[in-house]
């Protein structure tokens, strides 16, 4: 196969997952649909407000005019909630709720086989399907009177598990024994036969798969209940991972994320309004920026730890770089958006260049840099995270590292919840230092 045909076939993957999606996709919008609409009716009884930015008739082009509803917020975080106790059996969620579990308990079906001679005989296959380490007791099975004897076999939940039917029969497959049908129904290779709670197959080798029905809920190996994780952050504050607490794993990811953050701003943002600002820097810098730009950091990370070893350093240089790039193009665009009127006006009123930059430039261009403090944040914790998985002892990208290993998966589900709480309220702080410090934005 050609890379193009290689290609094809992974776009047909990638289509058919998004053609999987798009019932939980719908049924996630009708929710939020929903909500909106109970919301309203909800609202036409409450005291409306009244606010500069609720008597705007118009909210187009006017940031202003448009505020974060904290009842949708606070719903949308329950939803979540909700929905993920839902496909994973919580019990912090009404049992109503709860999507379809796996079977568990006892199923059978008959199979019919034919041996070399062309003589048919079946046999009864008793299937115990059972929970994770639970003890089974293999019962007495009574075999047939012919060359097929009955079976049993045990599954456990959400699992699938060969049936090897010919190793207690009088005729085995070396002899030219093999199934025929399943229930009544024909049964080969590539057709498998659907029976009540579980999915008979025929492998190549002509032994039968086992597959009882999974249903709707997720094991806790791919995503544990909500409880579940709680209960792993309790331990870890109480006993630490790995040699460390909690809050130093926390601490050590914080402080390289700020520092890196710092450094690339430090020389970013006096690059930018370099850029911005005088032709000569514009040219030179220019086509570095715009190369490195593109370049994700994890790419960078051989390179770094090649040059700089695996040490607290090559760390802060990463993400040095990581923001480095994304300030000097935010101040640069702020430098480069200042209104051009705003500068003559400054000019007529007798005010000198430095003037101008400080009273005009600089303040105008703040805007920008905030939106680009706040997305450079959100790449440092992308790339802190990626940075840890080498050779790190401490932060929590080396606890998400660590119990990916080990399949702990609430070890991780946790990380990246720590990690979107602290990266959240360090964007909350970027906006309320932009909202003091930049009290103009979005009035002209």
């Known amino acids: 196969m050609d890379v193009f045909g290689q290609l094809a076939f992974e776009l047909l993957d990638v289509i058919k997952t998004i053609i999987f999606a798009i019932p939980y996709l719908a049924a996630y919008v009708l929710l939020i649909l929903l909500a909106l609409f109970v919301w309203q009716l909800v609202s036409k009884g409450i005291t409306p407000k009244r606010d500069f930015g609720s008597l705007k008739t118009v909210t187009f082009g006017d940031a202003s005019a448009v505020a974060s509803n904290s009842v949708a917020s606070i719903v949308s975080i329950i939803a979540i909630v909700l929905l993920w106790g839902a496909f994973t059996g919580s019990k912090l969620v009404p049992s109503f709720v709860h999507m379809p579990g796996a079977f568990e308990g006892e199923l059978t079906f008959t199979y019919e086989g034919e041996d070399g001679n062309g003589v048919i005989d079946s046999a009864e296959v008793l299937v115990l399907v059972h929970k994770q380490g639970e003890k089974v007791n293999k019962p007495s099975i009574v075999g047939g009177e012919g060359w097929a004897k009955d079976d049993f076999l045990s599954v456990q939940v959400q699992r699938s598990k060969l049936l090897l039917w010919d190793k207690n029969d009088k005729v085995n497959r070396k002899q030219g024994a093999k199934i025929i049908s399943v229930n009544g129904n024909a049964i080969s290779f590539g057709k498998p036969v659907e029976i009540e709670n579980a999915r008979i197959a025929l492998t190549q080798k002509g032994t039968l798969n086992v597959v009882p029905e999974k249903g709707w809920q997720m094991e806790p190996i791919w995503l544990p209940a909500p409880e579940g994780v709680w209960n792993r952050l309790v331990q870890i504050v109480s006993e630490g991972y790995k040699n460390y607490s909690l809050p130093e794993h926390l601490g050590f990811s914080l402080f390289r994320v700020v520092v890196g953050f710092l450094l690339g701003a430090l020389v970013g943002v006096p690059l930018g309004y370099a850029m911005g600002l005088n032709n000569w820097f514009r040219g030179w810098f220019d086509p570095i920026v715009e190369f490195m730009r593109p370049v994700p950091p994890l790419a960078l990370i051989p390179l770094i730890i090649i040059w700089m070893g695996i040490g607290e350093d090559a760390k802060i240089v990463l993400l040095f770089l990581a923001a480095l790039w994304i300030m000097a ?116």
């Open 329 to 444: 193009i935010a101040a640069r665009s702020g430098v480069s958006g200042v209104n051009l009127s705003k500068v003559h006006a400054a000019y007529s009123l007798g005010a000198n260049k430095w003037q101008v930059m400080r009273f005009v430039i600089v303040p105008n261009s703040l805007p920008e840099i905030f939106t680009g403090a706040r997305v450079a944040m959100g790449v440092c914790w992308g790339t802190v995270v990626a940075a840890e998985l080498v050779a790190a002892e401490k932060g929590v990208g080396m606890m998400i590292m660590t119990a990916s290993k080990f399949q702990q998966t609430d070890i991780v589900i946790l990380g990246i919840v720590l990690i979107g709480i602290v990266g959240f309220g360090i964007d909350l702080l970027v906006r309320w230092l932009e909202k003091v410090l930049v009290p103009w934005k979005g009035k002209g």
